[in-house]
């Protein structure tokens, strides 16, 4: 298993246009998550998955932003509208997410760098 | 609101000495702590973590101790590599939020030769 994989490594776009993000879990993992990073800050939570359901959506996620996991497998982010303050790393993670298990530890992708300029 | 404080964005150490790296919570229903390692241009990485039922865990050069009476975690290494320069980034979760991780903002450490 090659781990977290994410697509694009980097994006660049004009303010505006609407931008579409991958993530592939490590395989079985039922959790997926995504986070954004800016700089000099740690990661922020976004949004989850448990399978194919969206669960819990931070207030970050503006009506901008939308998140799916079609199959249960990997996840698509979309920004519609960009703007200059979305610029900044987003980071997706995967977890077993097994039922009662409070230690399900989440490994993350190598991120994706959005640039909008 | 910062739930989770790490209040030394730097620290420096010389190889072969122990770093600690601290972190402060908030939120008493944090339930989980992970510690996570991050080089530039990289995605966090999985140090180690501990649960609240806990108050210490070992793994080679790295221990992580909780103290939730004080809300503090500490994370040690010992003996400091070179190769562990990095940002540690310390997060905690809580099982009524789906386990959503609530970073600190890092601290950039650096192990000198």
């Known amino acids: 298993d090659t781990g977290v994989s994410q697509d694009p490594r980097h994006k660049i776009t004009k303010r505006g246009q609407n931008v579409t993000f991958r993530c592939d879990p490590i395989s079985e993992h039922n959790r997926l998550y995504w986070y954004r990073q800016t700089l000099g800050q740690g990661p922020e939570f976004l949004t989850y998955?448990?399978?194919?359901?969206?669960?819990?959506k931070s207030r970050l996620l503006s009506d901008r932003f939308s998140a799916e996991r079609p199959k249960g497998s990997f996840s698509t982010l979309e920004i519609q509208r960009t703007e200059q303050g979305d610029s900044a790393m987003y980071l997706c993670?995967?977890?077993?997410?097994?039922?009662?298990?409070?230690?399900?530890?989440?490994?993350f992708g190598p991120g994706t760098r959005l640039t909008v300029l | 609101d910062q739930q989770v404080k790490q209040n030394s964005p730097s620290l420096s150490v010389q190889e072969g000495r122990i770093s600690i790296l601290n972190c402060d919570y908030t939120?008493?229903?944090?339930?989980?702590f992970l510690w996570y390692k991050k080089y530039p241009a990289e995605g966090p990485t999985f140090l180690i973590s501990i649960s609240s039922i806990k108050d210490k865990n070992e793994d080679g050069r790295f221990t992580v101790f909780l103290n939730k009476s004080a809300k503090h975690l500490s994370l040690h290494i010992v003996p400091s590599q070179p190769g562990d320069s990095a940002v540690y980034f310390c997060?905690?979760?809580?099982?009524?939020?789906?386990?959503?991780?609530?970073f600190g903002k890092g601290t950039s450490l650096l192990v000198t030769p």
């Open positions: 939120n008493s229903m944090f339930d989980y």
């Open positions: 998955f448990q399978n194919e359901a969206q669960l819990e």
């Open positions: 993670a995967s977890s077993p997410g097994l039922a009662g298990g409070p230690t399900d530890t989440q490994y």
């Open positions: 997060a905690a979760s809580a099982r009524n939020s789906g386990y959503a991780l609530n």
